[in-house]
């Protein structure tokens, strides 16, 4: 695929070439400076794909996006929301690779976006905690803290409850390695009361793993 073409299938919404363009940014340099340079596009369709590549390439092959890590740990101060949700998103993989350590220089940085202006940012940090606190099991419960801590945040009640759901899952990934299950089970407990369906499923789900 040439860079026209690729740039034309970028930009396409819902475009069904992504697995390709994500096997070529892999082994083509090129290739991976453009989707990263997309990854901040005005257009929609065009950054949003430029994510979904990244996010399978971190996925799959860390490795291979590492080397742009300070790239995106500059996208986490941006004033764009969608940037700051696709750093949150591809920094949570790369820590699986993290062996120099970077995370740690910038966990206060990071695990402050949950109470970001934007609830999806927060939503998205809470849904990819838990690839951390495997990644970083000396940083588990200084994470799991963190989580239990979304009440002190800014977001209203009905934000709270959506966010609280997303650290639920996370929560049922890393439980059984958890020192604080007592607080994790507790905070579980009391979403069965919540207003929000997803975060009373979310609770549901975890208890009927890991029982009342």
């Given at each position: 695929?040439?860079?026209?073409?690729l740039?034309?299938?970028?930009?396409?919404?819902?475009?069904?070439?992504?697995?390709?363009?994500?096997?070529?940014?892999?082994?083509n340099?090129?290739?991976?400076?453009?989707?990263?340079?997309?990854?901040?596009?005005?257009?929609?369709?065009?950054?949003?794909?430029?994510?979904?590549?990244?996010?399978?390439?971190?996925?799959?092959?860390p490795?291979?996006?590492?080397?742009?890590?300070?790239?995106?740990?500059?996208?986490?101060?941006?004033?764009?929301?969608?940037?700051?949700?696709?750093?949150?998103?591809l920094?949570?993989?790369?820590?699986?690779?993290?062996?120099?350590?970077?995370?740690?220089?910038?966990?206060?940085?990071?695990?402050?976006?949950?109470?970001?202006e934007?609830?999806?940012?927060?939503?998205?940090?809470?849904?990819?905690?838990?690839k951390?606190?495997?990644?970083?099991?000396d940083?588990?419960?200084?994470?799991?803290?963190?989580?239990?801590?979304?009440?002190?945040?800014?977001?209203?009640?009905?934000?709270?409850?959506l966010?609280?759901?997303?650290?639920?899952?996370?929560?049922?990934?890393?439980?059984?390695?958890?020192?604080?299950?007592?607080?994790?089970?507790?905070?579980?407990?009391?979403?069965?009361?919540?207003?929000?369906?997803?975060?009373?499923q979310?609770?549901?789900?975890?208890?009927?793993?890991?029982?009342?």
């Open positions: 695929m040439d860079q026209t073409a740039q034309q299938a970028l930009s396409i919404k819902e475009t069904p070439n992504l697995d390709d363009i994500a096997q070529l940014a892999i082994v340099k090129r290739t991976l400076q453009l989707v990263l340079n997309g990854l901040t596009s005005k257009q929609n369709a065009h950054r949003y794909n430029c994510f979904q590549v990244l996010y399978q390439i971190s996925g799959r092959q490795h291979v996006l590492y080397p742009a890590w300070a790239y995106f740990v500059t996208l986490l101060s941006s004033p764009n929301a969608y940037h700051r949700a696709a750093a949150v998103c920094i949570a993989d790369l820590t699986r690779i993290d062996d120099a350590q970077q995370f740690e220089t910038i966990f206060e940085r990071y695990f402050d976006l949950l109470d970001d934007k609830v999806v940012v927060a939503r998205y940090l809470a849904q990819n905690a838990w951390i606190a495997e990644a970083k099991p940083l588990r419960e200084k994470i799991t803290a963190r989580l239990l801590d979304i009440d002190a945040t800014h977001h209203p009640p009905s934000h709270k409850a966010v609280k759901a997303d650290i639920i899952t996370s929560f049922k990934v890393f439980f059984q390695e958890s020192k604080r299950k007592e607080g994790i089970r507790a905070f579980v407990e009391a979403q069965l009361e919540s207003e929000s369906p997803k975060a009373r979310a609770a549901n789900t975890f208890l009927r793993r890991y029982g009342q």
